[in-house]
């Protein structure tokens, strides 16, 4: 688990995001900007052990999903509450905000997308997904979440997709993921 820990947190995915997660906070509350700042984190049961990774990434909000915020706000979508599914995948490529679905999602013959609760976080500008566990049906190394709209379909839309070092499963393992997204007030 301490060398999984290492090589995540050494890859240029989490570096770049802690690095933009902590200066967003950083200039948000000198400046009072108004900011979003997603983070993931996982627990696993690998063959009977349980581990807490933590947390493994810090972004991306996809563009898609603040487009979608904008045509809630403006009356003409109500769906705001369906962001809950939670989806993993074995995709490698960078996370990116243009980003309309996961790299190379499991779908199938493999786990269902776990559907999350919905609620706050620490405090009440956060909104905060923790997943069903998602239990593989096959041997599989796990490098990205996504947090989407829809259970499958051409409807659903990305929140947010966060590529981490690979975590190697095998059929009958479980991943839970648990997604933050911090909101703040400013101007």
């Known amino acids: 688990m301490i060398l999984w820990k290492i090589r995540n ?17 950083l200039i948000g509350s000198k400046l009072g900007a108004v900011y979003f ?5 996982l627990k696993a049961n690998r063959r009977g052990k349980f581990e807490d990774y933590g947390v493994v990434g810090y972004r991306v909000v996809t563009t898609e999903f603040v487009n979608h915020l904008s045509t809630c706000l403006q009356g003409t979508t ?5 962001y809950k599914y939670h989806a993993l995948g074995t995709g490698t490529g960078d996370e ?13 013959g493999s786990p269902a997308r776990g559907v999350g609760s919905q609620e ?9 997904s923790i997943s069903a566990a ?5 041997s599989l190394a796990i490098t990205e979440h996504g947090l989407l709209s829809a259970a499958y379909g051409d409807t ?32």
């Open 78 to 82: 109500t769906r705001f509450t369906t």
């Open 96 to 108: 990116a905000v243009g980003d309309t679905a996961l790299g190379t999602e499991i779908t199938d």
């Open 156 to 187: 659903d839309e990305l929140m947010d997709r966060t590529k981490f070092a690979a975590i190697n499963v095998v059929s009958g393992d479980t991943i839970t993921p648990t997604y933050q997204l911090t909101a703040t007030a400013g101007g």
């Open 9 to 25: 947190t050494l890859s240029r995915s989490y570096l770049k995001g802690w690095f933009d997660y902590h200066f967003a906070q």
């Open 37 to 41: 700042l997603g983070t993931l984190s």
């Open 120 to 128: 706050a976080g620490a405090s009440a500008n956060i909104y905060k």
């Open 134 to 138: 998602i239990t593989m049906d096959a």
